[in-house]
């Protein structure tokens, strides 16, 4: 029976804080339907006016008011995508990498693991003009998505890289020692063993990495121009 509520409790619990975290979209998504640019309540009046712009103009040429007849907001979610993916790709092999190789004991290795996590503490304003800088610097004047992935790579890797390692423990390494003993080679036994037991954590990386770059904008808006990404 205490059990029972226990559950009860939890779910509650669970049901509240997914509330209170989807509650500000919630809102942005019902203010979009305002007939004024206000962002407050109460709602006097529901419109589409910010999707297909104001009555009468729908189809003639020039219309660009509403998000669904703006060029630029098509190709932003493509840029967006493009490189949320880009992002993610990078980031799952390099936290793989980073991962096998911290969890063993050697000399430097806390201060390797501080600098990788460095991308996530330092501020990202920054991280941004640190890269407006450099490229000035080595000559890179045009700015497009693909001067933005190095940023998002350094700012998304620390989440995977502590989600992955906190998958790692001796039971691990034993289970790859007695495949090693019985005569697998090392990529067998990555493919084998230790893939199979850290895929989650991998799926969870890119996943992680995907979004946190779907919506990043502060060190994005330093080193990209024209049609950028959604946030920017």
Known sequence: MKRDWMKIIL???????????YLPLIL?????????ASITFPILGFSLYWYIGP?????????????????????????????????????VPLVICAALTLRYAFKGRDLIFYLLLAGFVMPAIIIGLGANIFYKTVGITEYSIWTVL???VVYTMPFGLILTMARFDPLMVE???????LGASGWKVFRKITFPLIRTQVISTFFFAFTLSLSEFLRSSFVIAGVGTIPT
């Not at 779910?11 to 975290?21: A, E, H, K």
């Not at 289970?175 to 003993?181: C, D, G, I």
């Open 11 to 21: 779910g509650i619990y669970t049901l509240f804080i997914i509330f209170i975290f």
């Open 28 to 36: 942005v998504a019902i203010l979009s339907f305002k007939s004024d």
């Open 55 to 91: 009555p009468g103009l729908v189809g003639t040429s020039g219309f660009t008011s509403g998000i669904f007849y703006d060029p630029q907001i098509g190709q932003a979610i493509i840029n967006s995508i493009v490189l949320g993916i880009a992002t993610a790709v990078i980031v």
């Open 150 to 152: 190095p940023l998002h």
């Open 175 to 181: 289970y790859e020692n007695v495949a090693r003993v």
